[in-house]
């Protein structure tokens, strides 16, 4: 598997075969929708369903691999909701001829609807495709999969976080579904506070993590009719364990749980005794699993455990360390790993999917300068066959290389991020883009980023960072962004600045800061408090008004992910003075760069109120930012009319404001 490139010792790639001057893409070659996506195989290896735009709406296609013939599945229009198409956000293979499907309307999943590969026997599962009714009043609104029968009701296991209704969304209970009728019967109540589970490969709830508070422990049973028996006492107070799954045996759980170091590894756990093993895998400086958010390519995890159904067991591990990478145990795939590595050199090969039989492997190979393309590993015939390319029309050696660096920040620790260079030229003295990621608690991944290629097409350098608070480099890190909403994160992208700036990177008067939600909050704070090292800022969907947020955003209305923020963040209430404080729309007369707002106008996460607010606040001052409000576009770019959009605004600002790219 190809690796990222380290900054320094990747100078002579850089530099080593000058190119000519840049060649101007169209900035639609970078908007447009991917011709194929989230590509992925049934169990019998039959049939390949994927997504595709058809006439402006993301829908499910099958193709069948021994006919060729392709199936469009339409999800349908949606109810009450007026002139919004709905959509596949995403979906689940639940059996060889039926899918799970996640429908969508802008940003906010809509519901869930079983479905026959040939697009017959719709049947509504849950949320608004849905009109049951629960009996505390509400609606039924599960839609994770944790385990698939392939029986003839195609059954599923779902959990059952109570959204919207009565109970604890991260005490789950376990729901079993027939998918051809929709019927839905709790097959486990919660035995406590149980916040995880693991499952056996029938499909048995055997493992549970407790959870409350800081404290974690873990109960088990040894089948479906035992007690539950507690191995673990509820007083750990590092992070929770993480359930991967059990043996082949059944008889030891593979687990993700800290090592000394606080790094994420992964274990195996004796449920008699509660008692882990060394390390299967670890890495001092990396998580291999984290707890919270784990990078995915084209809904691909990139951290996570790899199991084989024709094995019945482990045989390797997807994780991450500046770059995608898997430890496998078995020798046949290290054999499948290898073919596909000579096959495909110049990509990362992740494999995807395989049959139930382990005949057929599915592979995704990507770079961060090539989108990627599916491709069928067919063990009988000893050949892979192109199932799909992402973005045909991109040209891999147009696009700019993807650098891994790292620096220190102001009091020690080490950040790591990415610096793209535009195409044929050295990482020195560059107009410089300064992009913080959004989130705050996820990371920036190694890989083909539209935005950032168009930027570097444009001839900007592209400074990524993951800066306290992103995932995978280890629980302190994490940790230390606690409450830090205005405070070491910031420090962490205006030190990465400075970093650039005294490693030669970046020419010191041409720096710009743009990113998207909380990275648009963090552009708009580092406008306002180190105006001397930006000339110009971008912000789309950022947050302005912490403590308003805390009312207008839909995680109002999510018991769990509003805990989440008053944890994280802060109370609106008890730290309502700090979080004033660290509102942009509160030192607005601090901002004295020139400003571009993008704003999507049905954003539920952080309404256009927020974008308002700014607005007139620097208005206030005399300095009227340039803004673009957006119909029909939520918290994310939209569809590809809105990017080409969105896209052409942020190059005119910065052609205007940081002056012309390097050529």
Request: a neutral charge; glycine letters at 10%.
């Amino acid at each position: 598997m190809k690796p990222s490139r380290w900054l320094l010792p990747a100078l002579s790639l850089v530099l080593s075969n000058p190119a000519p001057a840049i060649e101007r893409l169209p900035v639609e070659d970078f908007a447009r929708d991917a011709f194929t996506s989230h590509a992925r195989l049934s169990s019998d290896g039959k049939n390949l369903a994927f997504l595709r735009d058809f006439k402006g709406r993301t829908m499910i296609h099958v193709a069948n691999l021994e006919t060729n013939n392709l199936t469009r599945l339409d999800p349908g229009d949606a109810l009450l909701v007026n002139d919004t198409p709905k959509e596949v956000g995403g979906y689940t293979w639940i059996s060889d001829r039926r899918l799970l499907l996640i429908t969508t309307v802008l940003d906010s999943v809509y519901g869930v609807v079983a479905v026959n590969l040939d697009g017959n026997g719709g049947q509504a599962i849950s949320g608004y495709e849905d009109n049951r009714i629960n009996l505390n009043g509400t609606k039924f609104f599960a839609r994770e999969v944790i385990h698939t029968f392939n029986d003839k009701n195609h059954s599923i296991l779902m959990l059952d976080r109570h959204e919207g209704g009565v109970g604890n969304p991260n005490r789950p209970d376990i729901v079993k579904v027939n998918t051809l009728t929709g019927v839905a019967t709790t097959v486990l109540k919660n035995p406590g506070e149980v916040a995880r589970y693991g499952l056996d490969r029938a499909g048995v709830a055997r493992f549970g993590v407790l959870s409350h508070g800081e404290l974690s422990g873990a109960i088990y049973r040894p089948n479906e009719k035992a007690a539950w028996q507690t191995i673990l006492p509820l007083q750990r107070r590092d992070g929770q364990l993480h359930p991967l799954g059990f043996d082949a045996a059944g008889n030891r759980i593979f687990v993700s749980d800290l090592t000394p170091a606080k790094r994420w590894a992964v274990f195996s756990l004796d449920p008699a005794s509660g008692a882990l093993s060394e390390p299967l895998l670890s890495d001092p400086k990396y998580d291999i699993i984290p707890e919270r958010y784990s990078p995915s390519i084209d809904g691909v995890a990139l951290a996570g455990p790899i199991f084989s159904e024709q094995k019945g067991n482990l045989v390797g591990i997807r994780y991450y360390t500046e770059s995608p990478r898997v430890k496998w145990f078995d020798q046949d795939f290290i054999k499948y790993q290898a073919a596909a590595d000579r096959r495909f050199p110049d990509t990362v090969n992740l494999l995807v999917d395989q049959s139930r039989d382990g005949r057929k492997l599915l592979w995704l190979a990507f770079s961060d300068q090539n989108p990627g393309s599916y491709h069928l590993l067919d063990l009988d015939q000893k050949a892979f066959k192109l199932m799909g390319v992402l973005r045909p029309w991109i040209d891999p050696a147009k696009m700019a290389p993807m650098l891994a660096v790292k620096y220190e920040a102001r009091d020690g620790l080490v950040i790591h991020g990415y610096l793209t260079v535009p195409v044929g030229h050295q990482p020195k003295g560059l107009p410089l883009v300064v992009m913080p990621h959004g989130g705050p608690w996820v990371r920036d991944v190694w890989g083909y980023d539209p935005l950032v290629q168009l930027l570097a097409n444009r001839g900007y350098a592209v400074l990524q960072m993951n800066y306290r608070g992103s995932t995978g480099y280890g629980d302190e890190l994490y940790q230390e962004a606690r409450q830090q909403i205005g405070g070491k994160i910031q420090d962490d992208i205006e030190d990465a600045t400075r970093w650039a700036v005294a490693a030669g990177v970046a020419d010191p008067q041409r720096i710009a800061i743009m990113g998207a939600s909380y990275g648009g909050y963090s552009a708009l704070f580092a406008l306002g408090h180190n105006p001397e090292l930006y000339r110009c800022g971008i912000s789309f969907a950022g947050v302005t008004d912490w403590p308003a947020i805390y009312e207008d955003s839909d995680v109002a209305e999510s018991k769990l992910a509003s805990k989440y923020w008053r944890d994280q963040i802060g109370d609106p209430k008890k730290d309502l003075d700090r979080l004033r404080a660290v509102s942009p729309a509160n030192f607005a007369e601090r901002i004295t760069a020139p400003v571009l707002i993008i704003q999507g106008k049905a954003d539920p996460r952080v309404p256009q109120d927020q974008a308002k607010r700014m607005i007139a606040a620097l208005e206030k001052t005399g300095r009227k930012p340039d803004s673009l409000f957006l119909g029909g576009v939520g918290h994310n770019f939209g569809r590809e009319k809105d990017r080409v959009q969105i896209f052409n605004s942020v190059v005119a600002f910065l052609e205007k404001h940081l002056g012309p790219g390097v050529p």
